[in-house]
């Protein structure tokens, strides 16, 4: 194959990819001045192909080859004349006088002939085995998922997490690593990734805290956690009431202002009054009332988990996003268990509960809420009225 048209040539000559061209019997046509500097420096087997004007393809066995990479090319060669089907040449390994090179490529049957492209990509592969070890040092876990969620990247420290070593998770889903409800959970959250751009999100694995960042990157997702542990629980500290182990009133300030920055329309605000603390107060002492509170605010902890405030000196308040049938039987819950209590006198409550209405202020929804809860106490204290 004679190359005359001159703007070709030029681009061949002066490309730092390396082209061979053969014909159909795999005869040697024309080699380009970068593949030719490549055989200079390389192996035998390189040279003997660049210079060869014989069937050396097809008569060549693995034995000649001056290693296994090379006889693998062979045979690429010769299944590429026989089926023109594409193939490529994937980080494989030739040896120079003074180093070793990795090499890429492919072979291709373009118009009669069999055409060898390769580059050399030992700068690239050094530096991202340089950026590979350095994400491999760092204690944040670290990984990329495809479109379909499939793993194609985790460092060192996420694969630790796991419990495996960073090739068994590569090309598996969370389906396939976690448990079912930890795996849907991520599933969701990917999904939402997806359709958002990015989601931050704390999780707890055990006893440890991580701030979790999810990024959509190009189809798939990046994925970072760190540990915030530490922050978190010294975070946690200012919003906790200490005494009862609930959040404290600040929170809950917040948490109202995120119920009407996300219009939520389907959250209900509960308000509880500790029957006679000041009676308690007055006649065991300010103990036996702190010790009641403390009582009540474990149960509201554990019922109603992080939804559940202090906002007064015997005033709590939850807020729920539950469907109307469990917020009614968490409610029935904690009148049952608080009449299971072993405490003289009997720890009681009273309580209202009133759908949140974004329409109205703060003020307007508690006075609402706050109404209920009078009614309850003019009416004997010791349960609940409604209205959802």
Same mark, same amino acid.
């Given at each position: 194959?004679?190359?005359?048209?001159?703007?070709?040539?030029?681009?061949?000559?002066?490309?730092?990819?390396?082209?061979? /061209?053969?014909?159909?019997?795999?005869?040697?046509?024309?080699?380009?001045?970068?593949?030719?500097?490549?055989?200079?420096?390389?192996?035998?087997?390189?040279?003997?192909?660049?210079?060869?004007?014989?069937?050396?393809?097809?008569?060549?066995?693995?034995?000649?080859?001056?290693?296994?990479?090379?006889?693998?090319?062979?045979?690429?060669?010769?299944?590429?004349?026989?089926?023109?089907?594409?193939?490529?040449?994937?980080?494989?390994?030739?040896?120079?006088?003074?180093?070793?090179?990795?090499?890429?490529?492919?072979?291709?049957?373009?118009?009669?002939?069999? /055409?060898?492209?390769?580059?050399?990509?030992?700068?690239?592969?050094?530096?991202?085995?340089?950026?590979?070890?350095?994400?491999?040092?760092?204690?944040?876990?670290?990984?990329?998922?495809?479109?379909?969620?499939?793993?194609?990247?985790?460092?060192?420290?996420?694969?630790?997490?796991?419990?495996?070593?960073?090739?068994?998770?590569?090309?598996?889903?969370?389906?396939?690593?976690?448990?079912?409800?930890?795996?849907?959970?991520?599933?969701?959250?990917?999904?939402?990734?997806?359709?958002?751009g990015e989601v931050i999100t704390y999780e707890e694995a055990g006893?440890?805290?991580?701030?979790?960042?999810?990024?959509?990157?190009?189809?798939?997702?990046?994925? /970072?956690?760190?540990?915030?542990?530490?922050?978190?629980?010294?975070?946690?500290?200012?919003?906790?009431?200490?005494?009862?182990?609930?959040?404290?009133?600040?929170?809950?300030?917040?948490?109202?202002?995120?119920?009407?920055?996300?219009?939520?329309?389907?959250?209900?605000?509960?308000?509880?009054?500790?029957?006679?603390?000041?009676?308690?107060?007055?006649?065991?002492?300010?103990?036996?009332?702190?010790?009641?509170?403390?009582?009540?605010?474990?149960?509201?902890?554990?019922?109603?988990?992080?939804?559940?405030?202090?906002?007064?000196?015997?005033?709590?308040?939850?807020?729920?996003?539950?469907?109307?049938?469990?917020?009614?039987?968490?409610?029935?819950?904690?009148?049952?268990?608080?009449?299971?209590?072993?405490?003289?006198?009997?720890?009681?409550?009273?309580?209202?509960?009133?759908?949140?209405?974004?329409?109205?202020?703060?003020?307007?929804?508690?006075?609402?809420?706050?109404?209920?809860?009078?009614?309850?106490?003019?009416?004997?204290?010791?349960?609940?009225?409604?209205?959802?």
């Amino acid at each position: 194959m004679k190359v005359e048209n001159n703007m070709f040539k030029t681009i061949l000559e002066s490309s730092q990819t390396g082209f061979v /061209v053969f014909d159909e019997q795999l005869n040697v046509l024309y080699v380009n001045p970068y593949m030719e500097s490549l055989s200079h420096e390389s192996c035998p087997l390189l040279t003997h192909l660049w210079t060869s004007q014989t069937n050396f393809c097809l008569d060549v066995t693995c034995c000649q080859c001056c290693d296994e990479q090379m006889c693998d090319v062979l045979h690429v060669l010769k299944e590429v004349a026989c089926d023109k089907k594409r193939r490529s040449l994937n980080h494989f390994l030739v040896d120079t006088k003074t180093s070793q090179r990795r090499l890429n490529g492919s072979v291709q049957w373009l118009d009669g002939h069999v /055409v060898m492209e390769l580059q050399d990509i030992t700068c690239n592969h050094q530096s991202s085995n340089l950026i590979e070890n350095l994400l491999d040092s760092i204690d944040e876990l670290l990984c990329y998922k495809d479109e379909q969620l499939k793993y194609q990247y985790i460092n060192k420290a996420y694969a630790q997490f796991l419990g495996k070593s960073k090739e068994e998770v590569l090309n598996l889903t969370d389906h396939e690593l976690l448990s079912p409800e930890l795996a849907m959970h991520c599933i969701n959250s990917d999904l939402l990734t997806l359709q958002n751009g990015e989601v931050i999100t704390y999780e707890e694995a055990g006893d440890v805290v991580y701030k979790v960042r999810k990024l959509k990157y190009k189809k798939g997702i990046f994925f /970072v956690g760190k540990d915030v542990t530490k922050e978190h629980y010294y975070g946690k500290l200012a919003y906790v009431d200490q005494l009862t182990g609930v959040y404290n009133r600040h929170k809950f300030m917040e948490d109202i202002s995120s119920i009407y920055r996300l219009e939520n329309k389907n959250c209900y605000l509960g308000i509880i009054d500790l029957d006679g603390l000041r009676d308690l107060n007055n006649t065991y002492g300010h103990h036996k009332g702190d010790s009641y509170l403390a009582t009540l605010g474990r149960l509201l902890q554990r019922i109603f988990k992080e939804v559940s405030y202090r906002i007064g000196g015997d005033e709590f308040a939850i807020l729920l996003t539950e469907e109307e049938s469990k917020l009614q039987n968490q409610i029935n819950q904690l009148f049952d268990e608080l009449k299971q209590l072993n405490l003289q006198p009997q720890l009681t409550i009273s309580m209202g509960v009133r759908t949140f209405d974004c329409s109205l202020s703060y003020e307007e929804n508690y006075e609402k809420t706050d109404q209920l809860l009078y009614r309850v106490k003019q009416a004997g204290k010791n349960h609940v009225i409604y209205d959802i």
